[in-house]
């Protein structure tokens, strides 16, 4: 079990820190010892860990072990299914045994909209396999005979969840991973961290230096401390978690079986057993933080300060749902931090800038995402990982993310991840406020625009009109902006309608070799000069990591532009195979980008006046430099399938003036302020799916449509050779139509719905649009790719209904004829 940090009493490989390794993990809690498990798992054994203290001596040993299976996301479901399933395998061999107890698990519903939920996540289990039933109260009573049902619609009742003990869970993993040839070192810490020439590592630490070709950074709450050894921040902040342990509970003695783990969101509370007696802990409304300013420098295996009348105050709570628990008393309060993100999603992936430096923290559920360090270790050995990790990628948050960033987003916001979803509305913390606003902001803020943010920016999700309210209202039926997004939508397809879309990420690639580079990099030819190109991007793998849009608006720069979520990541992407006689500039936050959509739009802009670079008025069938009026303009044209979007690339300064003109210009034309809601419809119903939601990163194009927009006769192009000898993961993508009036739907899916055939599931959706008009309700889906999608058994269940619908494969073939119009 745990080894001593006396020297003498160490195995021989532990002893003496190695002057090399390929892979150093910072941390012995659950997640570095998972990592450092998984990495050995797939064949990398020349790896070290170190640990600072002892394993588990970090927040890994207070933790209560848990495997709750609710979440409302499907990526995240899968981790803990996967995770389910290797405890169980542990568990089989004394010798791995991760003191497992499947007690099942209960989540209870105390509201409509929270039984609405539960169907939900049935649905997203469907999906993955994942066993579980809605139970009434009297089934509830059965399966918990000491809970008052009083008030519970229903629960759902996962018989295959448990808990783990955390330091058996913790040391299982090191031990397995050093049977495979991994090294651990304990009371070993890491003091500083340099850069090679060669861009490897030197680590310095309390037993010596060791170089490293990569780090990975697992240590819980002093992640942000070993980060900023490279000059990196990260938005990481230890938050304070409370349980409380009871006496020995007659009541639960006498039952004689274990009880299950049940969560309580509307309360919100959660419990375990624990012997005869019972755990229950609480999510706070009031965050308290810990190490804010950093850890105090000896905090070692211990616990926080009780939060006495803090724990005293969800008592009574707690009393009211479990009644046994007024006779007995608490015997002890467990106070200790979890490290969390700003977004209370992990952060896994890649630090940006490095491809050799990764994150594996601010995981507030250790044991419960286990499997995670399997695909960090795929990420970090195979350049993807195979599940779609885009929410948890760190490089979705900028420089402007530290800990006081953290700490005002999670501030006054319960720190539970199972509190009540609201439904098709998840909503997020905006307690930061908002960080990067383009220059129209103010504009669009008093015109009502409805805020989200993405990527950094506010970005305006969709506009109030007069007498809607300006929050979105939690719902699984009709959404309250549903009407606005509807006209919103009407205005780009029928007149013209304008949008913000200074959020997208903007790269230009200049100098000596960037012709060179651009051959090679893009699976397309480049565009010749006013060209514009869809350009799929490979990885060495051939998985595909960027579906950029290039042009060429000047002789000398291409102009890269991508979605707007994860712009650092594109970035990264787009510099990882350059060379010194290439540059490649970030634009995202020079360039302000005003959207110009509809049948309209065209006759808004003579009214404007455009000039390109050579004098001309010819509007580009590409994109070109030149001027709107008096403002210097790369004007770029975007076919949207029935929509031609004109966007207008110009210096920040520019924008304000330029929408109030553009606004003038479009008012005999009834020009319509627009957001991202409406243009997600729009590209829905043209059927281009997103890189990230619909397509994973890493992904083989040939299964998401995007093979046909490959150059293959091209000679040479990253990744080609790679493409060749890759195999599908057997699912592929497609697009389904529901028609509204025949199936009679009211409801329309959001993602995570169960695709069927027959009764038989065979895929789950990735997006799709509401009923804004038209009739039908459109989206996308992974499905199995040896099913047959042509039966006429297809169906999309929603909410345990299923509704009949129509699949058709994903073809972006039109999307070549963006270069044939050229000068059409
Ligand atoms: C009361 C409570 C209940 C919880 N219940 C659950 C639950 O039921 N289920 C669940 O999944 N999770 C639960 N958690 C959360 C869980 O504890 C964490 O998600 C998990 O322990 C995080 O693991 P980690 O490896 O990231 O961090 P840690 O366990 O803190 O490991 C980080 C390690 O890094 C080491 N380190 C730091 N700096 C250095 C350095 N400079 N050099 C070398 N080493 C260094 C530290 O010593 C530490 O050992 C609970 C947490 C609390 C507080």
């Not at 210096?651 to 210009?665: F, I, K, P, T």
């Not at 047959?788 to 909410?799: G, W």
Request: glycine residues 12%; hydrophobic residues 40%; proline residues 5%.
């Amino acid at each position: 079990m745990a080894t001593s940090g006396s020297e003498n009493t160490l195995p021989l490989d532990q002893r003496e820190l190695p002057k090399r390794t390929r892979v150093l993990v910072i941390g012995g809690g659950v997640v570095g010892c998972s990592v450092l498990y998984h990495l050995a798992k797939l064949g990398e054994t020349n790896i070290v860990l170190v640990e600072k203290n002892q394993l588990t001596s970090g927040s890994s040993w207070h933790a209560a072990g848990m495997l709750s299976q609710y979440h409302a996301d499907r990526v995240h479901l899968e981790i803990i299914k996967e995770g389910r399933a290797l405890y169980g395998e542990f568990e089989k061999n004394p010798d791995t045994a991760v003191g497992l107890h499947s007690s099942g698990d209960l989540k209870l519903a105390r509201s409509e909209h929270e039984m609405l939920d539960l169907k939900r996540w049935i649905g997203i289990a469907k999906t993955l396999g994942v066993s579980a039933e809605i139970v009434d109260a009297a089934r509830l009573k059965e399966l918990y005979p000491i809970m008052e049902v009083e008030g519970i619609l229903g629960a759902l009742w996962f018989p295959t969840a448990g808990y783990v003990d955390p330091s058996l869970t913790t040391h299982s993993l090191a031990r397995q991973a050093r049977g495979m040839g991994a090294r651990v070192f304990q009371e070993c810490a890491v003091e500083a961290i340099k850069r090679n020439q060669d861009k490897s590592w030197l680590v310095v630490t309390s037993k010596g230096t060791i170089q490293a070709d990569y780090i990975v950074n697992c240590a819980g709450v002093w992640a942000a401390e070993i980060s900023a050894m490279i000059g990196e921040i990260i938005p990481s902040m230890g938050v304070e978690h409370q349980m409380m342990v009871f006496e020995t509970i007659p009541e639960v003695k006498a039952l004689g079986f274990e009880l299950p783990m049940v969560h309580d969101p509307a309360t919100p509370l959660y419990t375990r057993a624990d012997r005869d007696g019972l755990i229950v802990s609480s999510y706070s409304d009031h965050t308290l933080f810990f190490g804010a300013g950093g850890v105090p420098k000896d905090f070692a295996g211990e616990l926080l300060p009780p939060e006495v009348d803090r724990g005293e105050s969800k008592l009574a709570v707690a009393m009211e749902t479990f009644p046994a628990l007024q006779n007995v008393g608490v015997r002890a309060f467990v106070n200790g931090a979890i490290p969390r993100s700003a977004d209370r999603v992990p952060l896994v992936g890649p630090a940006h800038g490095y491809d050799n430096y990764f994150l594996s923290c601010s995981n507030y559920g250790g044991f419960l995402f286990v499997a995670l360090g399997r695909y960090l270790a795929e990420w970090l050995l195979h350049g993807e990982s195979s599940i779609n990790l885009v929410q948890m990628d760190p490089r979705r948050f900028d420089e402007y993310a530290d800990d006081i960033f953290a700490i005002r987003k999670m501030e006054g916001v319960t720190s539970g991840h199972t509190g009540p979803q609201a439904g098709i509305t998840v909503p997020t913390a905006i307690g930061a406020g908002a960080v990067w606003t383009s220059p129209v902001y103010g504009l669009l803020k008093a015109k009502q625009a409805v805020f989200e943010t993405v990527g950094g920016w506010e970005v305006p999700k969709w506009f109030a009109r007069a007498g809607d309210d300006t929050k979105e209202l939690p719902a699984f039926v009709t959404p309250n902006w549903i009407g606005a997004i509807g006209d919103e939508r009407d205005a780009l397809l029928n007149s013209v309608g304008t949008m913000d879309l200074t959020s997208l990420g903007k790269f230009e690639v200049t100098g000596e070799g960037a012709d060179g580079y651009m051959e090679q990099r893009l699976t397309v030819d480049p565009p010749a000069l006013n060209e514009m190109v869809y350009a799929p991007a490979l990885n060495r793998t051939g998985g595909l990591v960027g579906l950029w849009r290039v042009s060429r608006p000047r002789a000398g720069a291409y102009y890269v532009t991508s979605d707007s979520r994860l712009t650092r990541r594109e970035l990264d992407s787009l510099r990882w195979e350059s060379s010194d006689e290439v540059v490649i500039s970030d634009r995202t936050r020079d360039r302000a980008v005003l959207g110009l959509g509809g049948p309209k739009a065209v006759d808004v802009l003579a009214k404007l006046g455009w000039r390109s670079g050579g004098g001309g008025t010819a509007l580009p069938s590409g994109a070109e430099d030149g001027r709107i009026g008096f403002v210097p303009t790369t004007l770029v044209r975007v076919p949207y399938g029935e929509m031609l979007l004109w966007e207008l690339h110009t210096r920040m300064e520019y924008q304000a003036g330029l929408y109030e003109r553009l606004v003038d210009a479009g008012a005999e034309f009834g020009i319509k302020d627009v957001g991202s809601r409406a243009l997600t419809a729009i590209r829905t119903e043209a059927g281009l799916p997103l890189l990230g939601t619909d397509i994973n990163y890493g992904a083989d194009p040939r299964d998401v449509g995007i093979g046909e927009l490959l150059s293959l006769c091209k000679p040479c192009f990253v990744g080609k050779q790679s493409l060749m000898w890759r195999s599908s993961n057997g699912l592929k993508l497609v697009k389904f139509k529901i028609d509204v009036a025949s199936t009679k739907l009211s409801v329309a899916p959001t993602g995570d719905e169960p695709v069927l055939s027959g009764e038989t599931c065979i895929g789950y959706v990735t997006s799709a649009t509401s009923t804004y008009g038209g009739g039908t309700v459109l989206g996308f889906a992974l499905v199995d790719s040896q099913a047959d999608t042509t039966k006429s058994d297809i169906a999309i269940e929603i909410l345990e209904v299923p509704y009949k619908a129509e699949i058709v494969r994903v073809d972006l073939r039109h999307l070549k004829t963006a270069r044939v119009k050229q000068g059409g």
